[in-house]
């Protein structure tokens, strides 16, 4: 089937678009297709509301070879042959199919516009947090049995233990005493231990540090050699 021929054979129906589509046509008004012209033969668009008139002619759905198997189209049944003679009663069929590819759109168009307000809608349930409960649902947030915890501003301070401020009393007095005159035995009040003093050097001469005297023992301590020291 040409293009001249299917013109002149909806002429009764009105004027139709002709659109290559796999080995044959497409027919549409307004951008609605309404049959497919495929293997010489014409099948129309079919739902509830037509498909009967063509089962009481004893056609059959569009059909096709897939991978071995035969796939079944119900939307697109094959125009009886005597139609092809009788162009009025082919136009209130094509009317008839016309109808059934815009309820088809009109649905497709519909269930489109659900699924976008769907998709919508779901976006800012996921990012939008509640205080009561769950994102999005307002559902109340079930109660647990563990107190709730204070604000970090408003608990108290722990104090320090013990072992900790004795560590930290015996470290700070022992730095101090340490910084304090050289060359003299000093005795820290955390420890109660002698610190040993840093030797010195005088005019590049190396001189050892004086020990310093044991607590209680009431004993002076060694005085170190006067002489120089080897280097």
């Known amino acids: 089937m040409d293009r001249e021929f299917l013109q002149d054979l909806f002429s009764a129906f009105g004027p139709v678009s002709l659109r290559r589509m796999f080995s044959g046509y497409g027919v549409s008004v307004d951008g609605v297709n309404f049959a497919l012209v495929l293997r010489g ?13 063509f089962e009481d ?6 059909q096709y ?12 049944w094959q125009l009886p042959d005597r139609l092809y003679d009788d162009p009025e009663e082919l136009a209130e069929w094509a009317r008839a199919s016309l109808g059934a590819a815009e309820r088809a759109a009109a649905v497709k168009r519909s269930r489109a ?25 307002g559902a109340e947030a079930k109660p647990s049995g563990r107190p709730a915890k204070a604000p970090a501003a ?40 002698p ?37």
């Not at 004795?166 to 730095?175: D, F, Q, Y």
């Open 113 to 137: 516009a659900r699924n976008a307000a769907k998709g919508t809608a779901r976006g800012p349930a996921k990012s939008a947090v509640t205080a009561t409960g769950r994102a999005g649902t």
């Open 65 to 76: 070879a897939a991978r071995g198997k035969l796939v079944t189209i119900n939307s697109y």
């Open 195 to 231: 610190v040993r003093p840093k030797a010195t050097r005088k005019g590049g001469v190396r001189t050892a540090p004086a020990k310093a005297t044991k607590p209680g023992s009431g004993l002076p301590a060694r005085k170190s050699p006067s002489g120089p020291t080897r280097r």
């Open 154 to 193: 408003s608990r108290p301070a722990r104090p320090p233990r013990a072992g900790k401020a004795a560590s930290a009393g015996k470290t700070a007095l022992v730095g101090k005493d340490k910084g304090k005159g050289k060359g003299k035995g000093k005795i820290s009040a955390a420890t109660k231990t």
């Open 57 to 62: 002619e004893g056609v059959k759905p569009f």
């Open 41 to 53: 033969a014409i099948y129309f668009r079919t739902d509830e509301h037509n498909v009967a008139r």
